[in-house]
């Protein structure tokens, strides 16, 4: 991998770096350690699934390596973070992988529940970033309904799910959901729906609603939103993650009308997350509003 934390409880991330990482150790224990053989070695926590990880070539770099990266322990670093083997075998940095979107974790503890918490503190951020990469902005009642949707389906326990992705596998696990009187920015996209489907209709303000027919009444339509196809890749000289998922949109028929990749931004969710409220835009709303649908989960362990 190529980024790394500090400790657990943080919520960024960082390049590695032999600048970077002097400058947020000073150099100090717990993160420069002597091993067994009396070599100088370097440790941070992992990003995505909080476990420890050595920091590898930071200054005397392998073979065939162009920079340093960071590797996750079997063993030691409990000084640092607590490992968490499950956590760890379904971190992308320690072995990427295709999951499937009923896989999921045991126990509502760890790894997941910081995943849950995190999502209802930061749940306006959420939004603003998924409706920033959609092109939509969804309304009140929406939200609630994918919200319910991610609870019943427990997608903070998919094994895809992660620190870094929050914000899109919330959007992947609600299923499909009607964008009928939803509010569309994106120009392609309402380029497609006043193409595809003649039975509706765009308000002054942007809302997709019941057009009307040249004898005046009005159609009957559907148009449905998923999120499909999660991908996650690992370049294998550095590590750096990439991870993708398909927006969808759909009308009768299953017959797609619109669809579009979204690369997950990690750096800019963690970025967005750690700005503080004094300069931020906040909408304690929407935070109330994941706590009202979720945050009984958190009282239940």
Same mark, same amino acid.
């Given at each position: 991998?190529?980024?790394?934390?500090?400790?657990?409880?943080?919520?960024?991330?960082?390049? +590695?770096?032999?600048?970077?990482?002097?400058?947020?150790?000073?150099?100090?224990? #717990?993160?420069?350690?002597?091993?067994?053989?009396?070599?100088?070695?370097?440790?941070?926590?992992?990003?995505?699934?909080?476990? #420890?990880?050595?920091?590898?070539?930071?200054?005397?770099?392998?073979?065939?390596?162009?920079?340093?990266?960071?590797?996750?322990?079997?063993?030691?670093?409990?000084?640092?973070?607590?490992?968490?083997?499950?956590?760890?075998?379904?971190?992308?940095?320690?072995?990427?992988?295709?999951?499937?979107?009923?896989?999921?974790?045991?126990?509502?503890?760890?790894?997941?529940?910081?995943?849950?918490?995190?999502?209802?503190?930061?749940?306006?951020?959420?939004?603003?970033? +998924?409706?920033?990469?959609?092109?939509?902005?969804?309304?009140?009642?929406? $939200?609630?309904?994918? $919200?319910?949707?991610?609870?019943?389906?427990?997608?903070? $326990?998919?094994?895809?799910?992660?620190?870094?992705?929050?914000?899109?596998?919330?959007?992947?696990?609600?299923?499909?959901?009607? $964008?009928?009187?939803?509010?569309?920015?994106?120009?392609?996209?309402?380029?497609?729906?006043?193409?595809?489907? #003649?039975?509706?209709?765009?308000?002054?303000?942007?809302? +997709?609603?019941?057009? @009307?027919? #040249?004898?005046?009444?009005?159609?009957?339509?559907?148009?449905?939103?998923?999120?499909?196809?999660?991908?996650?890749?690992?370049?294998?000289?550095?590590?750096?993650?990439?991870?993708?998922?398909?927006?969808? +949109? @759909?009308?009768?028929?299953?017959?797609?009308?619109?669809?579009?990749?979204?690369?997950?931004?990690?750096?800019?969710?963690? @970025?967005?997350?750690?700005?503080?409220?004094?300069? @931020?835009?906040?909408?304690?709303?929407?935070?109330?509003?994941?706590?009202?649908?979720?945050?009984?989960?958190?009282?239940?362990?």
């Amino acid at each position: 991998m190529d980024v790394y934390k500090l400790r657990p409880e943080e919520t960024g991330q960082r390049t +590695i770096s032999k600048t970077q990482f002097e400058a947020d150790t000073l150099c100090k224990s #717990p993160w420069y350690q002597f091993n067994r053989q009396g070599k100088k070695v370097q440790f941070a926590v992992c990003p995505a699934c909080d476990n #420890p990880i050595q920091i590898i070539g930071l200054y005397h770099l392998p073979a065939r390596v162009s920079r340093p990266f960071g590797k996750h322990l079997a063993t030691g670093g409990e000084d640092l973070a607590p490992h968490d083997p499950e956590a760890r075998e379904n971190c992308p940095f320690f072995k990427p992988r295709r999951h499937q979107k009923t896989d999921r974790k045991r126990r509502l503890d760890g790894l997941p529940l910081k995943i849950l918490q995190t999502l209802i503190t930061q749940f306006d951020r959420v939004v603003y970033l +998924i409706q920033k990469e959609t092109g939509l902005v969804f309304s009140t009642a929406m $939200l609630g309904k994918m $919200l319910d949707t991610y609870r019943a389906e427990k997608g903070y $326990l998919y094994t895809g799910a992660t620190l870094t992705n929050i914000p899109w596998v919330f959007a992947y696990m609600t299923d499909s959901q009607p $964008l009928f009187m939803q509010k569309v920015t994106s120009e392609a996209l309402r380029n497609a729906v006043r193409s595809h489907v #003649p039975a509706a209709g765009i308000t002054d303000d942007g809302r +997709i609603s019941r057009g @009307s027919a #040249p004898d005046g009444r009005k159609r009957f339509f559907t148009l449905d939103l998923c999120f499909i196809k999660h991908q996650i890749k690992r370049d294998g000289e550095d590590g750096t993650l990439t991870e993708t998922m398909d927006m969808v +949109i @759909s009308i009768e028929n299953q017959q797609v009308i619109y669809r579009k990749e979204i690369v997950f931004n990690h750096d800019y969710f963690q @970025s967005l997350i750690q700005l503080p409220d004094a300069r @931020s835009s906040r909408r304690p709303a929407l935070v109330d509003l994941a706590r009202e649908h979720l945050g009984h989960l958190c009282d239940m362990r």
